[in-house]
């Protein structure tokens, strides 16, 4: 009886970890420009976290405080200051457009890189990010 248990036990674990790496996505395709868009007001301090992938070389996390009330305009601002002062300059450029739209670019003649939304502790407030 104990070995079937034992058997039974280390299946669910093997299905466990296969079904989780299943789970774990493959980084966006590299583009040379990336656009992040927010929605909604920030109900909560708490923190925005990116992963910067450049084709080359190893991924950079980008962590950004926001401060509970900020509205898309100042929450812009914060993310862009962060990937200005976070990012290599020579490499990226990131700038506010529109308002509530922060663009990240390719500097002059550097390849592309992925951006991925890696985790926000920030209630409230909704994220989208899209090549391009």
């Not at 280390?10 to 927010?38: D, E, I, M, N």
């Not at 812009?76 to 509530?100: M, T, W, Y």
Request: contains cysteine; glycine residues 10%; aromatic residues 6%.
């Amino acid at each position: 009886m104990l070995p079937n248990i034992l058997r039974s036990l280390s299946v669910s674990l093997l299905v466990t970890v296969l079904a989780a790496g299943a789970a774990q996505a493959a980084p966006p395709a590299p583009a040379t420009k990336w656009r992040v868009t927010f929605s909604g007001q920030a109900a909560s301090t708490g923190q925005i976290q990116f992963r910067v992938t450049p084709q080359s070389g190893a991924p950079i996390l980008v962590n950004v405080k926001i401060t509970q009330g900020r509205g898309e305009f100042y929450i812009a601002k914060d993310l862009c200051e962060a990937f200005k002062s976070q990012l290599p300059k020579k490499i990226f450029k990131s700038e506010v457009v529109h308002g509530q739209e922060v663009l990240v670019k390719a500097g002059p003649g550097e390849p592309g890189f992925a951006l991925e939304l890696v985790d926000s502790t920030v209630q409230g407030t909704h994220l989208h990010v899209a090549a391009g």
